[in-house]
């Protein structure tokens, strides 16, 4: 990597002229980016496959955690409106065989 590891290590020493240092790499990396016109996700397309499978799954397995912990207002909503269907569903029914006997009465 064009920042360097060592470079964090001592900004977070505060040794003299660190800060100063990391800066510098920063902005060399910032420009070699901008210069090789790099988007994010071609900077994705560069990392190794392995890695980028890792963040998936770890990404997908937190997805899915947080779908069963938070449902969504859309899932919340669409079981309410099937309740309520279902509700007058057997509403209606119960009407229906109640009118059928009282016919045949």
Do not use: C, W
């Amino acid at each position: 990597a064009v920042v360097s590891t060592q470079s964090g290590h001592y900004g977070r020493g505060e040794k003299p002229g660190s800060v100063t240092k990391l800066m510098y790499q920063l902005f060399i990396a910032l420009n070699r980016k901008e210069q090789q016109n790099l988007t994010s996700h071609a900077m994705e397309a560069m990392k190794s496959s392995q890695k980028m499978t890792l963040e998936t799954a770890n990404a997908e397995f937190y997805q899915n955690r947080l779908r069963q912990q938070f449902p969504r207002q859309v899932q919340v909503d669409m079981e309410e409106l099937v309740k309520n269907f279902d509700k007058k569903r057997l509403d209606n029914l119960e009407k229906a065989l109640k009118a059928e006997k009282a016919e045949e009465e």
